[in-house]
C-alpha cells in the first residue's frame, strides 16, 4: 500500500505501480513505485513475487478483513479502515473486495456542519482542499487542524 493517488487498476499497464498525475506531492507525479520494488524483491531466477498495489487505506482494510474472515473466522462481507494523521483517510471493503472506482473514498473531504455559536475555524490543507479546510472533518480531526 501506498499513498496516493496510485493506480491501482492492474489492467492499465500505464498507470498501475505509478503514483498519478494528479498527486498533490508534485515531485512524486508519475513515479514507478512498483518496478524498483519487483525488481529487489525478485529471485535469482528473475522470478517475481506475488504482488498486488493498493492505496495506503484499503491494503489495512484488506488485512484486516482476511485476518478476521480467515484467522479468527468471522462471518463478515465488509469493512471499513479509517485512519487519522495528517488527513482522514478511509478503506472500504465491499462483498469481500476493495472499494475502488474514479478515486478512493475520500472521508475527511466529508463536510460537516459546525455546533450552533461556534467560532471555530479547522483548518486542513487549505486552499488545496475542495472546501478550504472549512468544516470538513479532516479540517476539524486531523493532525494538521
Do not use: Q
Given at each position: 500500500?501506498?499513498f496516493?493517488p496510485?493506480?491501482?487498476?492492474?489492467n492499465?499497464p500505464?498507470?498501475?505501480?505509478r503514483?498519478?498525475?494528479g498527486?498533490p506531492?508534485?515531485?512524486?507525479?508519475?513515479v514507478?513505485?512498483?518496478?524498483?520494488?519487483?525488481?529487489?524483491?525478485?529471485g535469482?531466477?528473475?522470478s517475481k513475487?506475488?504482488?498486488k498495489?493498493?492505496?495506503?487505506?484499503?491494503?489495512?482494510?484488506?488485512?484486516?478483513y482476511?485476518?478476521?474472515?480467515?484467522?479468527?473466522?468471522?462471518?463478515?462481507?465488509?469493512?471499513?479502515?479509517?485512519?487519522?494523521?495528517?488527513g482522514?483517510g478511509?478503506?472500504?471493503?465491499?462483498?469481500?473486495?476493495?472499494?475502488?472506482?474514479?478515486?478512493?473514498p475520500?472521508?475527511?473531504h466529508?463536510?460537516i456542519?459546525?455546533?450552533?455559536?461556534s467560532?471555530?475555524?479547522a483548518?486542513?490543507?487549505?486552499?488545496?482542499?475542495p472546501?478550504?479546510?472549512?468544516?470538513?472533518?479532516?479540517g476539524?480531526?486531523s493532525?494538521?487542524?
Amino acid at each position: 500500500g501506498t499513498f496516493g493517488p496510485v493506480g491501482v487498476n492492474d489492467n492499465d499497464p500505464e498507470t498501475y505501480g505509478r503514483i498519478l498525475p494528479g498527486s498533490p506531492k508534485k515531485d512524486w507525479r508519475n513515479v514507478d513505485i512498483l518496478s524498483p520494488i519487483l525488481t529487489a524483491c525478485s529471485g535469482s531466477d528473475k522470478s517475481k513475487p506475488a504482488y498486488k498495489v493498493e492505496t495506503d487505506v484499503n491494503a489495512p482494510a484488506m488485512a484486516e478483513y482476511e485476518y478476521n474472515t480467515k484467522v479468527l473466522k468471522k462471518s463478515m462481507t465488509s469493512l471499513a479502515y479509517i485512519t487519522v494523521g495528517t488527513g482522514i483517510g478511509v478503506g472500504l471493503v465491499m462483498n469481500g473486495k476493495p472499494v475502488h472506482g474514479m478515486m478512493h473514498p475520500e472521508g475527511g473531504h466529508v463536510p460537516i456542519v459546525p455546533l450552533p455559536g461556534s467560532d471555530a475555524f479547522a483548518y486542513s490543507w487549505g486552499d488545496k482542499s475542495p472546501f478550504k479546510g472549512k468544516n470538513t472533518v479532516e479540517g476539524t480531526a486531523s493532525s494538521v487542524a
